[in-house]
């Protein structure tokens, strides 16, 4: 009869052939810094991906743009570690221009219009046209809208065309749609994917198309990440097909492959 020891070195050494068999990848771990615009879907995306790869997925959310040390920009530069990064089109450029983005790698995922919401159960203004939205954002006692891209061509270029920057200042804030379902605040303006299926929330609508602004997310690889198979692997999914019902239930366009 086989002794214990000896049933126990059989075994131990089975379970290495089998280790060994198995490849690197499934063990692969790859981060990724996304914008909230991005994080819905990828939510809903990551398990089929985890499953069909073996590879887990690690996310840090970051802003597109901005000031401060929360953007994906500023983490990158303080040293937090990454492998992908989801953003708007214009953030990813700009990471492109610090070389920290690995060559070609970059792709347009998604797009997505700006809308607006309300807490649950609250009256829905009508923003139908550029007239009604604003006198829509003239009522409100509060406002919310993003410090990131959409945020600043709002208060850059939107509040001041329709010529009310200077009455909107000192009721908006930038505590996005979390606050619109505590009833801190009373709308809350930002790209459609942050505003479908919040709890404690209303979607009214998009802004008229006269002064849309369509927000593009896209995924790139970072240069110096040891992760580029892992990495890549995870951008093809997110602009295959397979992606595309995650992407859409949030309110989002697919602009990668059929």
């Not at 009522?139 to 009455?167: C, H, N, V, W």
């Not at 593009?216 to 890549?232: G, L, N, P, T, Y």
Request: hydrophobic letters at 45%; a positive charge.
């Amino acid at each position: 009869m086989m002794t214990t020891q000896l049933r126990w070195i059989v075994r131990t050494a089975l379970a290495c052939l089998m280790l060994a068999a198995i490849s690197p990848l499934a063990f692969a771990q790859v981060r990724v810094i996304t914008s909230g615009g991005f994080a819905s879907p990828l939510k809903a995306a990551l398990p089929e991906f985890e499953k069909s790869t073996g590879i887990s997925v690690t996310v840090i959310l970051g802003k597109s743009q901005g000031s401060g040390p929360d953007t994906i920009g500023a983490q990158l530069r303080s040293g937090v570690p990454a492998d992908v990064v989801i953003l708007s089109r214009e953030g990813l450029n700009d990471l492109i221009s610090e070389n920290r983005i690995a060559s070609k790698s970059d792709v347009d995922l998604a797009k997505t219009p700006l809308g607006l919401a309300v807490r649950a159960g609250a009256p829905k203004p009508d923003v139908g046209t550029v007239e009604t939205f604003k006198a829509t954002l003239l009522r409100a006692k509060s406002i919310t809208y993003p410090s990131s891209t959409t945020g600043i061509y709002m208060a850059t270029k939107l509040f001041p065309q329709l010529g009310i920057a200077k009455e909107l200042a000192p009721k908006s804030t930038n505590a996005g749609i979390a606050s619109v379902a505590k009833g801190d605040t009373e709308i809350a303006i930002q790209p459609v994917s942050e505003l479908l299926h919040v709890p404690g929330t209303d979607f009214v609508g998009t802004i008229p198309e006269q002064i849309q602004y369509i927000s593009v997310f896209s995924a790139a690889r970072i240069a110096v990440s040891d992760k580029q198979e892992q990495a890549k692997q995870l951008v093809d999914f997110l602009a295959s097909a397979k992606a595309n019902d995650a992407i859409r239930n949030s309110g989002m366009e697919p602009l990668g492959r059929p």
